[in-house]
């Protein structure tokens, strides 16, 4: 559920496309009895006026796009920002800054004097400013998505062991509702302020993550549906 501007909300469902159980969600009635299953939700959801249908949004993709290869520009004169670049999963809200920080690179790259020397500054600028959050996030999302999958068919382990001297993002963030440094040290990863894995080896992060990780001793900062209560939601069973 994210705030909006004109004092509207969103609230988004993102279930694995193969989980076919959740084709019925377009429907808002359905819709909204999957999202009353979340408790914290349910008080929102007495006082929100809907303001639009359900709908379906898919294909969402991490992408990097390089234009010089093996050290060799494949294009001079042409100067990529933005998405054409390299999108990143919708939800964590970093394609504006992604796309400003092109821009900016832009700018300051538009002094060197031929193409070629700008094509290359211009792949260092997305190889230094852009590429790391798109490899964290690609990595991000291929974790989740091995989780989401071995909660729906029991294949690959769902939790991918960090290594002992590094944290990762999904452990800063399952420990920042726990800890006050865990928590600015999450939100420097999520507003990229620092490229992640800075922030990951920081030994102080890791030692606080995992105190936090252990003290918490598995609890969520949202409490979490019942898979009975979803499936009843969307009519199954
Ligand atoms: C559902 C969703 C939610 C998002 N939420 C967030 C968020 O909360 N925060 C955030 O930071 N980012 C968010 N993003 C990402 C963000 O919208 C994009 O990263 C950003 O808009 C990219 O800017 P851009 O200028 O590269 O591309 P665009 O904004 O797509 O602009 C490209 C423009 O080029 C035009 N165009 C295309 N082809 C041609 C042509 N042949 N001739 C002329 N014009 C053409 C298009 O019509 C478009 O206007 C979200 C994206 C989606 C899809």
Not at 7 to 33: C, M, Q, T, Y
Not at 196 to 222: C, F, I, K, Q
């Amino acid at each position: 559920m994210w705030g909006s501007d004109n004092g509207s909300v969103l609230i988004a469902v993102a279930p694995l496309v193969e989980d076919k159980r959740f084709r019925a969600i377009r429907d808002p009635n359905v819709h909204d009895a999957v999202t009353r299953t979340i408790a914290p939700f349910r008080p929102w959801l007495d006082v929100l006026q809907p303001t639009s249908g359900v709908y379906v949004m898919g294909g969402l993709h991490n992408t990097l796009r390089r234009l010089v290869v093996d050290g060799a520009p494949v294009a001079t004169g042409l100067a990529a920002v933005g998405d054409s670049v390299c999108t990143t999963n919708p939800t964590f809200g970093r394609g504006l800054a992604l796309a400003l920080q092109g821009a900016v690179d832009l700018v300051a790259a538009l002094a060197e004097s031929d193409g070629l020397k700008l094509a290359l500054r211009l792949d260092g600028d997305v190889r230094a400013h852009i590429e790391p959050y798109y490899r964290d996030q690609a990595r991000n999302d291929s974790d989740r998505l091995a989780g989401l999958r071995h909660n729906l068919t029991g294949g690959r382990p769902a939790r991918i062991q960090p290594a002992e001297h590094w944290t990762n993002f999904a452990e800063i963030r399952a420990a920042m509702p726990f800890d006050p440094q865990v928590f600015r040290a999450f939100w420097r990863v999520m507003n990229m302020l620092c490229p992640p894995e800075e922030v990951y080896r920081d030994a102080e992060v890791v030692r606080l993550t995992r105190a936090a990780l252990a003290s918490s001793n598995g609890t969520t900062s949202t409490p979490q549906p019942e898979r009975a209560d979803i499936e009843a939601a969307l009519g199954l069973g």
